[in-house]
Each structure stands twice: as structure tokens, then as C-alpha cells.
């Protein structure tokens, strides 16, 4: 695993031989502002933008989780699921938190009609998210 980028809220990593990257929530990622959460968002996009993975992975470290409000889901589906589309992700998986509010946050972001181009699936443990991906990585490995 390559560590990507890094700071106080997420931890961004890629998988080169399962073309996957990973969004790995830190505690105070829960502490967030709006800004900071688009910031993150941003640097992803430009990951994927360079290094073009074909799967994401997003769950916290440490069970907590940002609180994704409306406006945030749109501006997510609007400007980050395009762009990550356009440069080669096919497939997500999210590991729910254990937080209600935080969990329908981001099962509401993939409501959006932008992010409907996307294989999604939800998940309680990160290490069966894992799977799921290289899974579908190897199936498109053996199709190519």
C-alpha cells in the first residue's frame, strides 16, 4: 500500500496492483468544516486524477465519521464523481459507521443521479470492502 497523502482528517492510500484507493477517516474527520471536507475531496480527485485507480474504498479508522450534510452530497456527486469517473473509477465500496447520521450521509451521496455511473455496494467491515474490490479488479483483469 502507498501512502498517497495524509493529514489531521484522512489518510489517502493506493493499492497499484488492485488499482484501488483508499480514504481512510481519521477520529477528528468528525470535527471537520465544510471547507476541510472539500479539501480532502479535492486532493482525492487529483489522486485519482493521476494515479487512476479503478476502485475506491472509504471507512474511518477509528468509527467515527463526518456527518455529510446535503449541500456536501451534491457537491460531491457535481464536481468529485465526474471528474473520478472521467479518469477511470468504475467502483466504489464504503464501509458504514456505526453512526446513524453519518451513515446516511454517505448512502445518500450515492443517490445523487451523478453517482449512479458507479458499482456501489456498503459494507459493516472494511477487510470484506477489500475483498469485494480485488474481486471485481481480477474479474476485469481476466476480461482485458
Known amino acids: 500500500m502507498k501512502k498517497l497523502f495524509e493529514n489531521r482528517f484522512v489518510e489517502i492510500s493506493l493499492d497499484e496492483e488492485n488499482a484501488i484507493i ?3 477517516w481519521k477520529e477528528d474527520a468528525a470535527y471537520m468544516l465544510p471547507e476541510e471536507f472539500m479539501e480532502a475531496f479535492l486532493k482525492y480527485a487529483e489522486l485519482v486524477e493521476t494515479y487512476h485507480p ?3 474504498l472509504a471507512y474511518s479508522k477509528e468509527g467515527h465519521g463526518y456527518t455529510i450534510p446535503p449541500e456536501m452530497q451534491q ?3 457535481e464536481n468529485i464523481a465526474p471528474r473520478t469517473f472521467k479518469a477511470g473509477l468504475t467502483t466504489t465500496a464504503i ?3 456505526n453512526d446513524l447520521f453519518v451513515q446516511l450521509g454517505a448512502e445518500e451521496v450515492f443517490e445523487e443521479p451523478e453517482t ?3 458499482q456501489n455496494r456498503f459494507f459493516r467491515d ?3 470492502a477489500r475483498k ?3 474481486e471485481r479488479s481480477l474479474a476485469a ?4
Open 22 to 24: 483508499e480514504m481512510a
Open 54 to 56: 479503478t476502485a475506491y
Open 75 to 77: 457537491w460531491i456527486a
Open 95 to 97: 464501509v458504514l459507521s
Open 116 to 118: 449512479q455511473v458507479f
Open 126 to 128: 472494511v477487510e470484506q
Open 132 to 134: 469485494w474490490l480485488k
Open 141 to 144: 483483469k481476466k476480461v482485458a
